[in-house]
DNA sequence: CTGCTTATAAGGCAAGCGTCTAATAAGGAG
DNA sequence: CTCCTTATTAGACGCTTGCCTTATAAGCAG
């Protein structure tokens, strides 16, 4: 084929749409190269927009981060709440669900899972980063406690917020090793291993 | 005062304890700067060396990374196996000493702590990172069963697999919740939670 | 004390990054 | 159809990094 004249692409797209490519590259950078990888030029090369654009957007390549953070906490506290509050009425089956949609691809996938580490890392140098993590840590144990209270009681129960940070820490816990290796502790176990902390935590 | 004339300080140290310097500076660096800001001049700076000694020493930056996680895990191991093996007789104290062990300043203190974070995250892009987590984890895993196996069985026992993964998950979750805000769950507090979960998961 | 090994420092180089600025064109308003 | 706003690109600048090469001196062998 004759050679076009590199013709730039130049589509113009709404800010809002393009805000949102940016986040998603930002995602997708960080979990495919790390925090190292992930820098600004190499986000907008993944956007397929050009290195300037950053800037119109955003401050700077950190503050996407930051607001890419942001938008992942409340993407998923969302989702999470969409995959539970339905079944409220039965707290068992909830819980399921919860666990379910913790493990789901969407936010456990080998896309974004490795994008939650460098905020974690973040969140413990950078105080604007260890305020997003705080209000999602405490907004998501909400959630969480308000499933678990519908539940029944056991005889020998814990007291409620040793429960809840004991479930939670399996969560975290089988969330890191399925990040690691997902062979060695696929999906379904882990949210098998979820259900059963949860029985052994709460009821039987 | 007058300026001294700058003369470098160049005392010669024995390879291993330049190897070893520049692996403490490693840690520092990336407990401090997350990998971002840990490059092999960084390194060099923290340790008081100039930038070409660590390529007389190590490949590359990289090369460093790999060693400094490699013996990162080899001193835990050794430190976890030191605290909790002499109790083995007493496998309810033993297992008590292991907790209070990973979550003692050497493993979980502010200076260390970040620098996990950004190994767990190198295992997943880089296939020799992850050689080491694996290790790492195998024989962790090994070593907590080691101490369980002695506990008195319930009545209503889960698969010791699943109790193992289980305990292991709660280990793993609360050292990350102490890793987030130690304020919001301090070290006092994670170990009693792993005790009590010990104690829910194995006897009572 | 002299000389050889080698630990250490320091400088140069290309590449990549973040920031800023200027030029261009897309697409709606009139 | 024309003009004006602004989304978008592209280039320049200074800085830092990793790598490599060369020069220096520390400390042991003789």
Redesign the pocket.
């Given at each position: 084929m004759a050679s076009a004249p590199?013709?730039?692409?130049?589509?113009?797209?709404s800010?809002l749409a393009?805000r949102a490519d940016l986040v998603a590259a930002t995602v997708s950078c960080l979990a495919r190269l790390g925090a190292r990888?992930t820098?600004?030029?190499?986000i907008?090369r993944q956007a397929?927009?050009?290195?300037?654009?950053?800037?119109?957007?955003f401050?700077?390549?950190?503050n996407l981060l930051l607001e890419t953070y942001e938008q992942l906490c409340e993407d998923m506290l969302a989702q999470l709440e969409a995959a539970a509050l339905p079944f409220a009425a039965e707290p068992r089956e909830a819980l399921h669900r919860y666990f379910v949609a913790v493990f789901s691809d969407d936010w456990a996938g080998p896309d974004i899972i490795g994008a939650w580490m460098v905020f974690w890392q973040q969140a413990r140098s950078r105080a604007d980063f260890a305020v997003v993590s705080d209000s999602f840590n405490m907004r998501q144990r909400a959630l969480l406690e308000r499933l678990v209270a519908r539940l029944p009681a056991r005889a020998d129960a814990l007291p409620m917020a040793d429960a809840i940070a004991l479930l939670s820490a399996v969560l975290d816990g089988l969330w890191i090793e399925f990040y690691l290796s997902d062979q060695r502790t696929p999906r379904e176990r882990c949210i098998a291993l979820c259900d059963a902390a949860a029985r052994r935590l709460f009821s039987d």
């Open positions: 590199a013709v730039p692409r130049r589509r113009r797209a800010p393009r990888g820098t600004g030029r190499e907008c397929g927009v050009s290195h300037g654009l950053l800037r119109h957007y401050r700077n390549p950190d």
